[in-house]
């Protein structure tokens, strides 16, 4: 079992629609979580944090559901500008030593 | 803003030879880590570092050396290059604690082994 798993897609919605991912990670002593954009051809960029009370950053909602290990990002009124591919990120423990693991990352095409 | 250069966005080898893998960060960030990108694979870490001089190893090292000897470069350095080490190579850094810490990645190295 990878250790953070996310549906590829692609994911593919018009204009205007609420789009989910969700992401499961196998570590229950992960702390720390983020979702991170990476747009075609380009480096990967911080998106948000996921914090364990849940957060929204405009269109963007992460929650956290420790208990069965997921994370989720909601995507509100997409737009074309939010097509990218969504990585779910993850820390590998609880120690200040341990690394972030990467998905494989959910593509999100946005039609008009 | 935080920069993050690679030295070679393309590079083309052959198997067999010696490729030096540079990155620069100007932001005195403790932490740099190469990953290597794969399709369906997705980011795998194959080295980092918290300090100079220090170097810890990731998912798949196997293949790969590094070297930091100041503190804003860190090299990647593939001793013999091989066809499966064709890939995109991404370098980032960040401040404070490895695993908490908002990453800044480079643009990549798309690395062609022949």
């Known amino acids: 079992r990878k250790e953070v798993e996310q549906d590829p897609g692609p994911f593919n919605v018009p204009e205007g629609a609420t789009v989910a991912f969700n992401c499961t990670y196998s570590?229950?002593?992960?702390?720390?979580f983020f979702w991170y954009r990476q747009d075609c051809r380009k480096e990967p960029k911080l998106l948000m944090s996921?914090?364990?009370s849940g957060n929204e950053d405009g269109r963007f909602t992460a929650q956290l559901n420790r208990a069965s290990q997921y994370i989720s990002l909601l995507i509100r009124d997409s737009k074309l500008s939010d097509s990218a591919t969504y990585l779910c990120v993850v820390n590998g423990g609880s120690s200040n030593t341990g690394k972030l693991i990467f998905g494989q990352g959910t593509t999100l095409q946005v039609k008009p | 803003d935080v920069k993050v250069t690679q030295s070679s966005r393309y590079l083309v080898k052959r198997t067999g030879e010696k490729v030096f893998l540079e990155c620069v960060q100007d932001?005195?960030?403790?932490?740099m880590f190469w990953y290597r990108q794969d399709p369906g694979l997705g980011l795998r870490l194959i080295y980092f570092s918290y300090d100079v001089k220090m170097k810890e190893k990731g998912d798949i090292p196997e293949g790969y050396s590094v070297s930091r000897e100041k503190k804003e470069r860190f090299s990647l350095i593939l001793e013999s290059a091989s066809t499966n080490q064709t890939s995109m190579y991404l370098c980032a850094s960040s401040a404070g604690t490895a695993n908490t810490g908002e990453l800044f990645f480079g643009e990549g190295s798309r690395l062609t082994v022949l």
């Open positions: 932001m005195d960030h403790e932490n």
């Open positions: 570590n229950s002593a992960s702390q720390s």
């Open positions: 996921v914090y364990s």
